[in-house]
């Protein structure tokens, strides 16, 4: 998955350390989570987008123009949908140099 795989990493991390949180790791597209999501009152969806620092961990505003990751392409669609159903949003970026999908994690 190149750079792409941050999310599902920083989330198996959060899986071990966060007992009392629900983590799920989806590298499908987003907008198949819906019906998952909608049972939450909040939601955090980790993800790369392109950086010259690799490694910076950033809010994400949905609405702006970043170079996300393959995946983000279904976020803003299903954040609109679920947000309507009264669920809060959050999207924390990790910057990789590379969004692209490629055949495993790269060190950044």
């Known amino acids: 998955m ?3 795989c941050i999310g599902l990493s920083a989330s198996r991390k959060l899986r071990d350390e966060l007992e009392e949180v629900d983590v799920i790791e989806w590298p499908f597209f987003p907008i198949s989570l819906i019906n998952i999501v909608a049972e ?3 939601v955090f969806i980790i993800d790369s987008f392109e950086s010259d620092k690799a490694g910076e961990v950033r809010i994400l505003n949905p609405s702006e123009n970043y170079s996300i990751s393959t995946h983000y392409s ?3 669609t299903l954040i609109r ?3 309507s159903l009264g669920v ?3 999207v924390i970026g990790i910057g990789v140099r590379n969004v692209s ?3 495993e994690c790269q060190k950044s």
């Open 101 to 103: 999908m490629g055949e």
């Open 40 to 42: 939450y009152d909040e």
């Open 81 to 83: 949908v679920v947000s």
């Open 2 to 4: 190149g750079d792409d």
């Open 88 to 90: 809060k949003f959050h």
């Open 74 to 76: 279904g976020v803003p």
